[in-house]
């Protein structure tokens, strides 16, 4: 179990960091009006936790479930 966390771990912030990344540079696309603005970081900021959540249920599986 404690692997697993481990492994997790490591995965989450490497793709947070990649999507931090993906995000900024997208958002420098972005039209300087605060509105297009505050939609797109809006939008980026709530989605960063969808395409973990199988990995959050990998972690908190048992082993051989």
């Given at each position: ?14 793709f ?20 297009a ?14 395409p ?14």
């Amino acid at each position: 179990m404690r692997l697993r966390k481990l492994v997790g771990l490591v995965a989450i912030l490497a793709f947070l960091l990649l999507y931090v990344v993906v995000v900024s540079s997208v958002g420098d696309h972005v039209p300087r009006h605060w509105a297009a603005q505050l939609v797109y970081y809006a939008i980026a900021g709530t989605l960063w936790g969808v395409p973990l959540f199988p990995l959050f249920r990998w972690m908190e599986r048992e082993p051989g479930s």
